[in-house]
């Protein structure tokens, strides 16, 4: 498989813009969007956003950085942000990815609904935009509801009403994207632009057979992991995938080769810009979350062919913390105990199994490849937290 260079028939680009389009899982991808690009089946580095970022940003996975909850932050900038004119904007919890003293980077924080002309910015080189995508409350443009809780509260018996509404915002995030591209078109630009949509993780949105849920973070499986990533513009061709599987890990290296800028040797990731991926590789995905005194952690490893997930820490402290999470506490607590009495053996299964298996990979080359250490020895980080209240709007505080 060609490289995406090869493909665009270039060997560098001036700008590059990246949407991450939060909580948008693969099979939800607008087909306007697929069809202007080059289209990869992403593997997501964590199900959680704290985590999911940052890996996508320095290139590396949530057991290299340890970064594992909002109040975490990298000990130093990435290098992908290195330099003047490149900034992030979010729509989202995030703010910070480097502590106060670092060089910072350009953040503009968006309370309203993004605009292409709030990311147009003919001085940057990089844009990242963090786009609420289609996160609960499924219909925050609406504006019916003040937070998660309470919409999922209202609506939590209604479950193909819930679907519905992620499916609109899944589209709205698509278009928000396409507007960008379509600006930078109109202006002459789209040719020495690269556009990147992704997404940070999936959602599940209560299949019977991953414990009937809503939301993400766990339990870990394919809904939740497989994301898509979209090249286009910069010469790339229209309607044609990427072969081999890609991981959220790639993005930096790959936006580093695309400007022509050193790709650090530390990388977990691929540079899809300069090299093609192994047919036969595997990629990761962690996590390590907490409710409290129960915690929930995983690690993964993932093929074309499936993935294998091993669970971390106690049975007990597992299947609490599923109980906890998915029906009492999250945000969506309400539309997950909808779906009681049936969706308990389904749930208890998932987080009461050590390991479970997707798909019919090579399971025992997958056992190798699984990090599941990546608890010990955490690195010192300085404290930038969000507003707790943010947080709690969205979901993940009470």
């Not at 580095?45 to 594992?68: D, I, K, Q």
């Not at 394919?222 to 090249?231: C, I």
């Amino acid at each position: 498989m060609p490289s995406l260079s090869e493909l665009a028939g270039t060997e560098s680009v001036e700008h590059v813009v990246v949407f991450i389009a939060d909580s948008l899982r693969f099979d939800h991808l607008a087909d306007p969007v697929r069809d202007r690009g080059v289209t990869a089946r992403t593997i997501s580095p964590s199900t959680f956003t704290a985590s999911s970022v940052p890996s996508m940003m320095t290139g590396t996975y949530p057991a290299a950085h340890r970064v594992w909850n909002f109040e975490d932050v990298l000990p130093e900038t990435p290098p992908l942000f290195d330099g003047e004119h490149r900034s992030m904007v979010t729509q989202h919890v995030w703010e910070d990815l480097a502590p106060p003293k670092r060089p910072p980077m350009r953040t503009l924080r968006l309370d309203t609904e993004l605009r292409p002309e709030d990311v147009h910015d003919a001085d940057s080189s990089l844009v990242v935009v963090h786009d609420r995508g289609a996160h609960g409350p499924y219909d925050y443009l609406a504006g019916d509801y003040d937070d998660s809780p309470s919409f999922f509260s209202a609506l939590g018996d209604r479950p193909e009403e819930l679907r519905e509404l992620y499916a609109r915002g899944a589209r709205d995030a698509c278009d928000r994207f396409l507007d960008m591209v379509d600006q930078a078109e109109a202006d002459g630009r789209l040719a020495d632009t690269l556009f990147v949509f992704t997404s940070d993780h999936g959602e599940l949105l209560g299949e019977r057979d991953r414990g009937g849920v809503f939301g993400h973070g766990s339990p870990m499986c394919p809904e939740l992991v497989e994301v898509p990533t979209v090249f286009l513009g910069a010469g790339l061709p229209e309607g044609e995938g990427l072969a081999g599987l890609v991981s959220g890990v790639d993005l930096a290296p790959t936006l580093l080769g695309a400007q022509d800028r050193p790709v650090p040797k530390h990388v977990d990731g691929v540079d899809l810009w300069t090299d093609s991926a192994p047919t036969d590789r595997i990629v990761r995905s962690e996590i390590w979350a907490n409710t409290g005194s129960v915690t929930y952690g995983a690690g993964s490893a993932w093929t074309d062919e499936g993935g294998l997930v091993r669970h971390l820490a106690g049975r007990f402290r597992r299947l609490a913390f599923g109980v906890d999470r998915n029906l009492r506490s999250g945000a969506q607590a309400p539309a997950n105990r909808a779906g009681l009495p049936w969706s308990v053996p389904s749930l208890l299964r998932l987080y009461g199994r050590t390991e479970l298996t997707f798909g019919d990979p090579a399971v025992e080359r997958l056992r190798e490849a699984v990090v599941t250490d990546f608890r010990s020895g955490d690195a010192e980080y300085d404290v930038a937290g969000p507003d707790e209240d943010q947080l709690a709007a969205l979901g993940y505080v009470e």
